[in-house]
Nanobody
Framework: QVQLVESGGGLVQAGGSLRVSCAAS????????MGWFPQAPGKEREFVAA????????DYADFVKGRFTISRDNAKSTVYLQMNSLKPEDTAVYYC??????????????????????WGQGTQVTVSS
């Protein structure tokens, strides 16, 4: 079993920055693939970023490339999402997710939520215009 706790959300003006964190506990963090999936009100949960266990591969949705950066600190069992140049349309509850079944391989779609096994409770990010 794994527990994920997101933090760092809040209210920020358009053009501002925010860093959200996801702390994991319960199993060896360093072997996990991790992802971030925001869900805006009335919309489906969507992919924005993923990182493999070694951080050798990082994926981003096209609409956040150049603005968001995913990173991890295995010593702290924490994954981060640094969000810059925020836009009102980035407003959402941001969920982190962890993959435990096996490491990602080239056939896996790291942007698909069914590839992940556990989810956190989310942290609210609100971007005002």
């Amino acid at each position: 079993q794994v527990q994920l706790v997101e933090s760092g959300g809040g209210l920020v003006q358009a053009g501002g920055s925010l860093r959200v964190s996801c702390a994991a506990s319960g199993r060896t963090f360093s072997s996990y693939g991790m992802g971030w999936f925001p869900q805006a009100p009335g919309k489906e949960r969507e992919f924005v970023a993923a990182i493999t266990w070694s951080a050798a591969i990082r994926d981003y949705a096209d609409f956040v490339k150049g603005r968001f950066t995913i990173s991890r600190d295995n010593a702290k069992s924490t994954v981060y999402l640094q969000m810059n140049s925020l836009k009102p349309e980035d407003t959402a509850v941001y969920y982190c997710a962890v993959r435990l079944r096996r490491p990602f391989n080239s056939n896996d779609d790291r942007s698909a939520d069914h590839e992940y096994d556990y989810w956190g409770q989310g942290t609210q990010v609100t971007v005002s215009s």
